[in-house]
């Protein structure tokens, strides 16, 4: 029995690969639906012009739609995770941490909002990508928090923080966690100003 061994550039490499082959599929599906629509733009027609199979294109994306938002499904990264669970401190600004780095690992948002404002028939992958990426975040506060309407409240938060930054439309070339954590403050001193 011959055992292969992966050297670490072959692994490097290959992840190189993936990450091309998913822009590529991304940006073609991205470029063809703003230029003709949902209803218009195929699989094969993406498939072509990307040079992909469709097997390839299902390999990477669900569905077109999912291809022009560059949505593959929430997950988050294992070391993310890992470094949640052990931190200590504030739940919030921990989240704030998680999210913002996914966020600075995903799409353009920028990108992604004149899409779905030049094409709304997008919003039901959008809202669905937002409502899996909700859960999926509330599944990892709840390891951290008392209880589940804590860390759902926590999530809530951070989340509302980042609508907001993404409403503002920040300039700022900050890290989106820095962004989301001096949000949250905002927030939260409007909260302790109206209680007072």
């Known amino acids: 029995m011959t055992i292969l061994e992966t050297s670490p550039e072959a692994v490097g490499l290959r992840e190189r690969k993936k990450q091309q082959t998913r822009s590529t599929i991304h940006e073609t599906a991205f470029r063809l639906i703003d230029e003709q629509g949902l ?45 949640f669970l052990s931190a200590r401190g504030s739940l919030v600004l921990a989240l704030c941490d998680v999210i913002g780095g996914s966020a600075e690992r995903g799409p353009n948002v920028t990108r992604v909002k004149q899409l779905l404002a030049h094409r709304p028939e997008l919003l039901t992958t959008a809202t669905q990508m937002m409502v899996e990426a909700r859960e999926m ?28 930054t993404l409403r503002d439309g920040s300039n700022s070339d900050a890290p989106i966690a820095e962004q989301l954590k001096a949000t949250v403050h905002r927030l939260l001193a409007v909260g302790d100003a109206e209680l007072t």
Request: glycine share 2%; charged share 25%; aromatic share 10%.
């Open 137 to 164: 975040f509330i599944d990892l506060a709840v390891q951290r928090a008392k209880d589940r309407e804590q860390a759902e409240l926590a999530v809530g938060l951070v989340l509302a923080a980042f609508n907001m």
């Open 39 to 83: 209803d218009a733009t195929t699989v094969d027609q993406i498939c072509h012009e990307a040079d992909v199979s469709s097997r390839t294109f299902f390999n990477y994306f669900p569905s077109k739609a999912a291809a022009a938002l560059r949505f593959q499904g929430a997950s988050i990264d294992p070391d993310v995770e890992e470094a």
